[in-house]
């Protein structure tokens, strides 16, 4: 013969009524959290016009061509904050600016967009923002966007880095 025990003692005292609270308080503080999160660090990688951003990446990858065929590449050095960087085997004979731009691959808050001056002993330098470090996308472009060379990298690098037209087969 079973005998029932009951128990008469307030419902606070009992685990499994905390134990539902506590489940139901912990998913709900994770998805504030996770709305919170979304709303700071928006996803900026997604796009609204695929044709047009199609298109404009056969353009870029025409202007690496052109760079291919003017033989077109760097050496560059980033110690510290400083960068400096020259043509290895062509040379443009106007000497002027170059667009230079540094991209994260996940954090577009850190790119980098730089005027780099000529300074007439064939370097062209600049200093950057702050001293970085990972992997980064470096982009060297005249203003006329008449070529481009684009290279990723791991930084910093103790060696000079070599940037080279990569060729899409274009």
Partial sequence: MQTHVEDNS???KHFWVWWLIGAKVAVISACIAT??????NP?????DDYYNEGRSINLQLTREARAIELGIAFEATIVGDELSFRFTDYEPEQRTALHVVFYHPTLDAMDMDLRVPHTGDGWYRATLP????GHWRIIIEPYDQQWRVA???QLPH??????EPQNYGI
């Fill in 35 to 40: 709305a919170i999160l979304i709303y700071k």
């Fill in 130 to 133: 702050s001293e970085i470090s």
């Fill in 158 to 163: 103790d060696e000079p880095l070599y940037l």
């Fill in 151 to 153: 290279h990723n990298f």
């Fill in 43 to 47: 996803a900026s990688m997604v796009i």
């Fill in 10 to 12: 307030p419902w606070y």
